[in-house]
């Protein structure tokens, strides 16, 4: 399986529901910037085409607009709907860095004019630097898009935070410009397309970083979640504000640039504290949930707990277009030893059960114990893997079994449903099912143990039936 394929680090506290938004949110604006900067190419390289551009739009030089494009495309490939090749992503994420690059040692040098823009027809209009600086940040956050691990995580938030305090000044400078707040700066402010388009291909990469890391408070339920998404406007307004009515009250020889870059960066370091802030919040937030949700006997979820999440499970595999499997246990003999060797060894074999469980199945599947002596598993496997699954769970059963010191008998009766990405069903009657094939199974074990007669073999083959111990 590709990299691609993958699901990516996905903070687990995330909410579906909003990061299926900001995925939507992704792709219509990397949509836009491909149908603006492919319309400014178009009139870069077709003179006639070219006069039918709104005003303005010309002022965008082609390499901008290819870079742009480029990153947009890039964009709609981390799409979960348009999922497209990692080399594809690093080829477009590597021209762009490339172009930029040149562009900035070509300020640096004091040559504005570069090599790369000669593979675009030299046009008289050159790649700012501020425009060059934010596209190579993006290209980088676009090449480590899908690296996992805390360092890369950082990184790109790192990358995105640069992108964002960039984009604010930049913007803030147009505005004081047109405002005439403050004497203008030195040199040109950035093209009102230029903005545009850069804001459309910052807004499409916090949509994706949602996923995990500093800004996935933006998909975080909760209240945390929701206070950030109500207050992040007013962190970023507030500091653009304060400098505007600073420069009334007591005038400075600030030029517009200069105020807008000090309050592009009091907004970021607001937005960073909020984020951070938020963050502990929602991590607060989410054990006192966890403490409500899970069992505690086991520490497995219980049963509204793996309903709620399965759920959630569910339409993240719908949109990803992915099967489920669901697991149903049962364990044998419980009540016996109960009465037999006592509650505490019943709660030992609970336990048990449990650890086995959990040791079998990864961080993502949703394991829980419903009640009793019922468990179920909601994991993102094929079905046909299922075989390999429950053959490594019954070896391990048959290990502990085996051991000097155990008192008791670990067995289970296990049944199971697959549900299907266009399934419809509720989840409770996909359990049924599971619970259905589970029972059955139970009582062929029982006849075979009574002697009552032979048992039919289970249809799946997924468990076969063992002497029965209750």
């Known amino acids: 399986m590709s990299e691609d394929d993958t699901n990516g680090a996905m903070d687990p506290r995330t909410d579906v529901a909003w990061l299926e938004r900001l995925s939507g949110l992704q792709v219509a604006a990397s949509v836009m910037v491909v149908i603006l900067t492919g319309s400014v190419l178009l009139g870069w390289g077709i003179a006639p085409l070219g006069r039918w551009l709104p005003t303005g739009w010309a002022l965008m030089p082609a390499t901008t607009a290819a870079a742009c494009l480029l990153l947009a495309l890039g964009q709609l490939g981390l799409a979960r709907r348009i999922v497209a090749p990692r080399s594809a992503r690093c080829l477009g994420g590597g021209i762009v860095l490339g172009l930029a690059g040149l562009a900035l040692v070509g300020h640096l040098a004091g040559r504005i004019s570069f090599v790369g823009e000669s593979l675009l027809g030299m046009d008289p ?43 604010l000044a930049l913007g803030g400078a147009r505005l004081f410009d047109a405002l005439g707040l403050f004497p203008p700066a030195a040199g040109s402010s950035l093209t009102l397309p230029t903005l545009v388009v850069l804001l459309l291909l910052t807004l499409a990469q916090l949509a ?100 709620a999440l399965g759920e959630q499970l569910r339409r993240l595999a719908r949109r990803e277009c992915e099967s489920l499997s669901l697991l149903y246990f049962d364990l044998d003999g419980l009540k016996r030893i109960n009465d037999e060797l006592g509650y505490e ?107 009552t007669g032979v048992p039919v073999p289970p249809a799946s083959g997924l468990n076969p039936p063992r002497p029965a111990h209750d």
Not at 247 to 266: D, F, I, Q, T, V
Not at 422 to 430: N, P, V
Request: glycine share 8%; net charge positive.
């Open 345 to 451: 060894t019943g709660s030992r074999l609970i336990a048990d059960f449990a650890g086995l469980l959990a040791s079998h199945t990864r961080e993502s599947d949703i394991v829980a114990r419903l009640g009793g002596d019922e468990f179920a598993v909601l994991m993102r496997i094929h079905p046909e893997h299922l075989t390999g699954l429950l053959t490594r769970l019954e070896g391990e059963r048959q290990a502990l079994n085996a051991r000097p010191e155990q008192s008791f008998v670990i067995d289970y009766s296990q049944g199971e449903a697959v549900i299907a990405p266009d399934e419809t069903g509720a989840l409770s009657a996909l359990m049924a099912q599971a619970e259905s094939r589970m029972l059955a199974r139970k009582a062929r074990k029982r006849a075979w143990a009574g002697g």
């Open 125 to 167: 209009v050159h790649m700012a630097w501020p425009v060059a600086g934010h596209l190579m940040l993006a290209s980088l956050a676009l090449l480590l898009a899908r690296a996992r691990g805390r360092v890369p995580t950082g990184l790109r938030d790192g990358l995105l935070v640069a992108q964002l305090a960039l984009l």
């Open 208 to 307: 994706f970083h949602a996923r995990a890391g500093l800004f996935s408070l933006l998909a975080m339920p909760g209240r945390a979640g929701r206070l950030l998404r109500r207050g992040w406007p007013a962190v970023v307004v507030l500091p653009f504000l304060v400098v505007t009515l600073a420069s009334r009250l007591a005038p400075a020889s600030l030029s517009s640039s200069a105020a807008a870059l000090m309050a592009a960066l009091l907004a970021t370091l607001l937005l960073v504290m909020l984020l951070w802030m938020g963050g502990w919040n929602g991590r607060l937030e989410a054990r006192l949930r966890e403490l409500s949700l899970s069992d505690p006997l086991t520490g497995l979820y219980n049963r509204h707990a793996f309903e």
